[in-house]
């Protein structure tokens, strides 16, 4: 995979010519230690744990004001961190609104553009996505009356961590009503072909929907052009809202205008919502989409999170996380060849999310002996160690130092000493 050796000098010479390199000081990190994990939860940066204190702020000083008088008004924050979240998606401001969760505003969307009607009543998905998506189509179906077994079409995938496109678009015809994908797979860090995948889909008649949780903030997106007819995401992995932080929902602008599937109080026109009447009249934005009072303290962090994927830019921000996980697996190759790791991920960098999925039969105690020398990395049952070097906060020499610092644990069978079972979080 590489040609010459890597050595220290190499990687400190590639920090000293990362554009990215000064953003590591925006975070706070811990001396000596390498937080591989920023694919589950990222680290609070200095101007996320601000903008969450100005709101702590605007609550103290202007009571119920804080609503609009606040320096950063909560009545219209959910649409202002929309703004801020549609160029890193592709999108137009008015397709995208922050609220909600993953699994919320999923099942919003699926009682809005789920309508089986004659025999188009199915749904495409796959076998590897994460378990709650997978639930949720379920549960949708359910309410329509439907069987699960006969409407959800799930994908199979090969070798149990990727997908086929070819596979995906073979299942397409005119029994089916919805599709619902990952962006990137959790498991493996497969990105699919998004563009390819939604015009197939369209020309079957079939609505569009992708899960962004491991390709947002990750890398560019360009959904409105693609035609993605919507999308939704997590916002506390790559974005660093903070645990629990609130999700994000995109709408191509084609459908903005209808009544949501499950309507809420904030699912009004702000000059009507106090108006108080029994009769909707919807946002003609994505604002529509979202149901009760927004979650303020939790959406905060990303006003001034954000700020810095701006400044960063996405292309830089992915240009930078290929190189790291490329150099993940040169070092890999380089110095453990001979511990029994696979590689899960694709090695295409056009194929490759934002993390590596290295497979061991001992991953579950590897992961521990990593912790215990201070590299967080991410375990997931039964065989799969996940490692992911955020281009905003980890260095090229922090990649060495972990690659190196598990040769050691191999070399000196480090892991042997705890148990290969998985903790109660994973």
């Known amino acids: 995979m590489t040609k010459s050796k890597i050595t220290r000098e190499t990687v400190r010479e590639l920090d000293q010519n990362d554009p990215l390199h000064a953003f590591k000081d925006e975070f706070y990190t811990k001396e000596k230690s390498y ?216 709408v191509n602008e084609k459908h903005l205008g209808q009544k949501p599937g499950l309507a809420g109080w904030f699912s009004s026109k702000k000059e009507k919502q106090f108006d108080m009447e029994h009769e909707l009249t919807p946002s003609e934005t994505a604002s529509a989409y979202q149901m009760g009072t927004p979650h303020i303290l939790s959406s905060a962090p990303l006003l001034g999170s954000l700020e810095i994927f701006h400044e960063a830019g996405m292309e830089q921000i992915r240009e930078k996380s290929l190189a790291l996980t490329r150099l993940m697996m040169n070092l890999l190759h380089q110095e453990l060849p001979d511990f029994g790791f696979q590689v899960a991920n694709p090695l295409e960098d056009g194929r490759r999310g934002g993390h590596i999925s290295l497979l061991h039969p001992e991953a579950a105690s590897i992961c521990k002996a990593l912790k215990n020398e201070n590299v967080i990395p991410d375990f997931r049952s039964p065989n799969v160690i996940r490692l992911a070097p955020i281009a905003l906060y980890i260095s090229f020499e922090d990649v060495y130092d972990v690659m190196f610092l598990l040769k050691d644990i191999m070399q000196n069978e480090k892991h042997k000493q705890f148990k290969n079972e998985r903790g109660i979080i994973a």
């Open 35 to 250: 937080y591989m994990d920023g694919n589950s939860l990222g680290l609070l940066s200095k101007r996320a744990e601000q903008s969450l204190l100005t709101s702590l702020n605007d609550w103290k000083t202007y009571g119920i004001d804080g609503w609009t008088e606040g320096i950063e008004p909560w009545f219209y924050m959910s649409e202002k961190i929309g703004e801020m979240t549609a160029p890193l998606i592709g999108a137009k401001p008015h397709e995208v609104i922050n609220t909600g969760s993953i699994t919320a505003n999923l099942h919003q969307l699926l009682a809005s553009f789920y309508k089986p009607t004659g025999k188009r009543t199915k749904i495409i998905a796959d076998v590897l996505n994460f378990p709650s998506d997978i639930y949720a189509l379920k549960s949708q179906i359910a309410l329509q009356g439907l069987n699960a077994s006969e409407q959800l079409i799930q994908v199979e995938s090969e070798d149990g961590y990727t997908l086929s496109e070819d596979h995906i678009i073979e299942q397409m015809n005119e029994e089916v009503a919805l599709l619902l994908l990952p962006s990137v797979l959790y498991r493996s860090g497969q990105l699919l072909d998004i563009k390819r995948i939604t015009r197939a889909a369209h020309e079957h008649g079939i609505v569009v929907g992708f899960d962004l949780a491991h390709s947002i903030g990750a890398l560019p997106h360009q959904l409105n052009d693609w035609g993605v007819d919507f999308a939704v995401w997590c916002t506390y992995k790559y974005l660093n809202s903070g645990p629990g932080g609130v999700g994000g929902l995109y």
